[in-house]
């Protein structure tokens, strides 16, 4: 068992969580790619927020999808990015 093993299934006993629901890879590759084409403090910030979607019922792996394809298209001087309409 390696210590990202042995960390899911301590942090999921902490939160009531079956650790076989936790997709670490695909989370993994979401926070890489905020981190290399956003910014690396974005990625845990991104985490959270795709937690706080699959807990009010978004599927974890198009909700996951959606973030990277977001991050990969993501331009630095934002020229590119429409803003959200509710800002």
Request: charged letters at 20%; hydrophobic letters at 50%.
């Amino acid at each position: 068992m390696t210590t990202m093993d042995r960390w899911v299934a301590a942090a999921c006993a902490e939160l009531d969580l079956d650790p076989a629901e936790v997709d670490v890879p695909q989370v993994l590759d979401l926070a890489r790619d905020v981190a290399h084409h956003v910014l690396r403090p974005g990625a845990p910030v991104t985490a959270y927020l795709l937690g706080i979607a699959v807990g009010r019922g978004a599927d974890p792996a198009v909700a996951a999808a959606g973030l990277s394809r977001l991050a990969l298209n993501w331009s630095p001087d934002g020229s590119d990015q429409p803003l959200p309409e509710s800002v």
